[in-house]
């Protein structure tokens, strides 16, 4: 785009109005600046007055100042009207405290209406009035302004058309009274929702840490845009002062605290100094009073813009931190104040009196990027409360299962219980009955008969083991099994030896145990009953899971054309139900009965 001089021209006032928050005035715009001065405590025009003092303008703060701010004391301006002005506009851009406009006599504008009488305060607002259009020479405009605690403030008065005066009024208000009731708004909405979240999370002291920040904010703020004080000056002046020195430490101890810092110093330092700050403006007299501010918020703000520093430097170095909020919010306060510092201290007057502040720019910024910080922990504190709950309800419902799964198998076990009792309590009564009727047979005199009855009682008593005992290991039943052997053998006059080899011992089921016991004692029964025998030997080995009982005798030996008897084909039966190998051989003399048994194949039969 073809940059032209008028285009060039545009954006040297755009900047300047920016900056400076002023335009160089066109031709058809007058500045009045030679005017007469009369200080004096009247409210309306000292017409009649003769001590009027030439004076130039611009009015610079400073002068007039105030020993008692319960007093209104005013300081009026007049110039004489010129040809020319009917119909046109009146504009004052800066002023202090309040300000009324008058011609002659007759009241044009300036000072606002007051409820319950309050005092006015109209030093913010910047002031476009329209002149009569019956404007005859020789009349004066008055202006009447309010000495404040700086004294009295007031720059050239601009007279020229409406229309070449109003973009720069609207400018002007914008950027000094409304910009400052957007930003009263914007801390007032983000206080009163940080004040809910600190209602929600009542322990979280960051929250209300922020609430009493933006309270203190928006009450500071309201300063540059109220038309009235609601009591007097001084205890006005001492709460604003007051809430924007101890806004230095909440902004501070807040940002710790969010940022997890320790610095116990720097936060009792800056109490401190709030403290002090309070005592000097409850007690300072009013003359002194702006001075004495000044010098207390000076040590404030040299440790805040520290603090800001180091904020700024941890937060904006690479990598980038979670934390980014925080020195973005610093960057564009120090950017702010930079500015303030440069027009108040480093610029012409002149220029200073055209300038307009940017430092309550800086409350929407902060309150905004601290409250996002604000959310984002509040967020992330649900979402952790809702995983916990998750898993908090994951864990209720493993135990609930884990607790039924308990009961039931606790309810399975009594129940077997019982039925154990039940049974034990059958066998019992069933060892005690029947038991008793074959002891009282085997002590009869029968030999054949006492001896069947003794195999009965050994039978129902390996059954009632059977069922009530639990696994056997391999070298506790070798050890019944040869023992029940050496009993029998040896009670029979038989002479009985044995060996045991066992690789391990593994746990046998009742079950096995059973059929085992019952197959050896059948062998030993035949050897008593058809063998003609005078010795046995009795050998056990176990080895890669299985299983090998052999049992020989010196008897006559087997016939091997003779059909099986009842005792042959009950121990085929029982290898069968083990899975089990058995053989016969004649060793001549006598004969070997072998068992091969595999015990890792054996289930409970």
């Given at each position: 785009m073809r940059l032209t001089f008028s285009t060039y021209i545009r954006l040297v006032s755009l900047v300047n109005l920016m900056w400076f928050g002023t335009i160089t005035c066109a031709s058809e715009i007058q500045l009045i600046q030679k005017v007469d001065r009369l200080a004096t405590d009247k409210l309306t025009p000292p017409t009649t007055a003769e001590a009027w003092n030439p004076f130039h303008l611009p009015q610079y703060p400073g002068d007039f100042l105030p020993e008692n701010f319960r007093t209104r004391k005013m300081v009026w301006y007049r110039f004489p009207v010129e040809a020319g002005w009917s119909g046109q506009a009146l504009y004052i851009y800066r002023h202090n405290m309040s300000l009324a406009v008058y011609l002659d006599e007759q009241y044009l504008g300036g000072e606002p209406e007051t409820?319950?009488?309050?005092?006015?305060?109209?030093?913010?607002?910047?002031?476009?009035?329209?002149?009569p259009v019956d404007l005859n020479k020789g009349q004066f405009i008055y202006i009447r302004l309010e000495s404040g605690p700086s004294g009295v403030l007031l720059p050239p008065v601009e007279i020229g058309p409406r229309e070449g005066l109003k973009d720069r009024y609207e400018w002007r208000r914008l950027m000094q009274t409304e910009s400052s009731q957007w930003a009263l708004t914007i801390c007032l909405i983000m206080g009163l929702l940080s004040f809910w979240l600190w209602r929600k999370r009542p322990d979280e002291k960051l929250y209300l840490r922020f609430t009493l920040l933006c309270a203190c904010y928006s009450l500071s703020t309201s300063f540059a845009f109220l038309t009235f004080i609601p009591f007097d000056l001084r205890p006005w002046l001492v709460l604003i002062h007051t809430v924007s020195d101890w806004s230095n430490y909440l902004l501070v101890s807040f940002v710790t605290l969010a940022l997890g810092w320790q610095m116990p110093r720097l936060l009792t330092s800056l109490k401190w100094l709030a403290i002090i700050a309070t005592l000097v403006h409850l007690i300072v007299p009013d003359s002194l009073f702006l001075l004495s501010a000044f010098l207390v918020m000076a040590p404030q703000q040299l440790l805040l813009t520290g603090f800001g520093i180091l904020v700024l430097w941890r937060t904006l170095r690479p990598p980038p931190s979670p934390?980014?909020?925080f020195g973005l919010a610093f960057a564009g306060m120090f950017i702010f104040q930079g500015h303030d510092a440069f027009i108040f201290f480093l610029s012409p007057r002149e220029q200073y009196i055209?300038?307009?502040n940017w430092m309550h720019l800086s409350l929407p910024l902060v309150a905004i990027a601290f409250y996002s910080h604000l959310l984002t922990r509040f967020v992330n504190a649900l979402q952790d409360s809702e995983a916990l709950n998750s898993e908090l309800e994951s864990r209720v419902r493993e135990t609930t299962f884990a607790l039924e799964q308990s009961y039931r198998e606790n309810r399975q076990m009594e129940l077997e219980r019982a039925a154990a009792e039940e049974r034990s309590k059958i066998y019992r009564d069933l060892h005690d009955d029947v038991g008793s009727r074959l002891v009282s047979i085997i002590h009869t005199d029968n030999q054949q008969t006492s001896e069947l009855a003794r195999d009965a009682l050994e039978s129902l008593r390996q059954?009632?083991?059977?069922?009530?005992?639990?696994?056997?290991s391999l070298k506790d039943f070798v050890a019944n099994l040869t023992e029940?052997?050496?009993?029998?053998?040896?009670?029979?006059?038989l002479a009985f030896s044995s060996s045991a080899a066992l690789e391990s011992d593994p746990a046998l089921a009742p079950s096995v145990t059973y059929h085992l016991s019952r197959i050896v004692r059948e062998l030993i029964s035949n050897i008593?009953?058809?063998?003609?025998?005078?010795g046995v030997e009795l050998a056990i080995s176990y080895q890669d899971n299985n299983l090998s009982i052999s049992i020989a005798d010196n008897g006559e030996g087997l016939d091997p054309v003779a059909p099986d008897s009842g005792g042959l084909a009950n121990i085929r039966f029982r290898a069968e139900r083990l899975k089990a190998e058995v053989h016969w051989q004649n060793t001549a003399p006598g004969t070997r009965c072998v068992l091969h048994v595999p015990i890792q194949a054996q289930a409970r039969l």
């Open positions: 409820p319950f009488g309050w005092r006015p305060i109209t030093w913010n607002a910047p002031v476009l009035l329209d002149l934390q980014l909020w055209e300038a307009i059954t009632i083991h059977t069922v009530n005992h639990q696994d056997e029940e052997a050496r009993l029998r053998l040896n009670g029979a006059g008593l009953h058809h063998a003609n025998a005078t």
